[in-house]
């Protein structure tokens, strides 16, 4: 696919941070592509200087060959922005919002379109006052399409979603990616960026540590598997234990966790190491290597801290 978006060097520096250090990252025309990270990794800041919205110190950004410098205005025209938060009027109806946001552009897309396309036919005419999250940020979403962009930007789209919200959305970006548009955002949810992106980056202290394709970053670990030992209170110091299985052992809260390769032979070892350590848990568990222990693994710290 060719490249839609190239930046180079971005920084931005606020009076006590260095918010981006130095990030370079392209994106391809036609897929999602993620910025993965916890609080205060940049993310955001990133992608409003890629939208235009706040000016970096330094660094090149091009979309579609086009600069913010020389060519503001027919960029504005093939973008689509959902921010973090979306604040509208109380009694503004998801119908007349639309209405309101197309008329700023000259090549829009149909109101009812919009409406069906996020499930809120039967909310047209409800104020937005009195719609839930989850629909208030379907209509955020709907407002990002009202000009028809050929790149979308969502900044934590999902945020504060229950899991049926969540799942939602996830289909309504997945068919913008069916209709060909380019994707972009950000999220602290593992689970969706495995779900949604074709490529990611991973951003930690205004610094990408690491990108590619979700496969790609959990190979990348070669621990395919994880074995999880759960307990039904405060996993107890895993020193010894793992002095006895002769495997590092991960302790996170009720959970310990031990990479390993292969399954089939550390779990006969794990069983003896349970016997002579006379250790009670409740439930050992199996599972592939996720983009969490991705990023434990690049910064030793959670996602979500």
């Known amino acids: 696919m060719p490249e839609l978006i190239a930046v180079r060097g971005l920084r931005k520096q606020f009076p006590n941070v260095l918010a981006v250090a130095g990030v370079d990252l392209t994106v391809n025309a036609g897929e999602v592509f993620g910025l993965l990270g916890p609080n205060g990794a940049g993310k955001t800041t990133t992608l409003e200087m890629i939208e235009g919205l706040t000016r970096p110190d330094a660094g090149e950004i091009t979309i579609a060959g086009l600069t913010w410098e020389r060519n503001a205005t027919e960029i504005r025209a093939r973008i689509g922005v959902q921010l973090q938060a979306t604040s509208l009027y109380n009694k503004i109806t998801p119908r007349e919002a639309l209405n309101l946001f197309g008329s700023y552009y000259p090549k829009r897309r149909g109101t009812e379109e919009l409406l069906e396309l996020v499930q809120l036919k039967d909310k047209a005419d409800a104020y937005h006052v009195t719609l839930s999250g989850g629909q208030a940020q379907r209509l955020a979403l709907a407002l990002a399409l009202v000009n028809d962009p050929d790149v979308v930007f969502l900044d934590e789209p999902t945020a504060g ?38 490529r990611l980056a991973i ?103």
């Open 161 to 198: 979603l229950d899991p049926q919200g969540r799942r939602s959305l996830w289909e309504v970006v997945r068919a913008m990616k069916g209709e060909g548009r380019t994707v972009v955002l950000t999220t602290h949810y593992m689970d969706e960026a495995e779900a949604l992106c074709d």
């Open 203 to 305: 951003l930690d202290h205004g610094q990408i540590l690491r990108s590619g394709t979700p496969a790609e970053l959990i190979a990348g670990l070669g621990i395919p598997s994880v074995v999880e030992l759960t307990f039904d209170g405060p996993a107890p110091d895993p020193a010894d234990f793992a002095a006895r299985l002769g495997s590092a052992v991960d302790a996170r809260g009720d959970v310990w966790e031990i990479p390993t390769p292969d399954p089939k032979t550390m779990l006969p070892r794990l069983f003896t190491a349970i016997e002579s350590a006379h250790l009670e848990y409740n439930q050992v568990h199996v599972r592939r290597a996720t983009l969490e222990d991705v990023f434990l693994q690049l910064t030793g710290r959670s996602l979500r801290d």
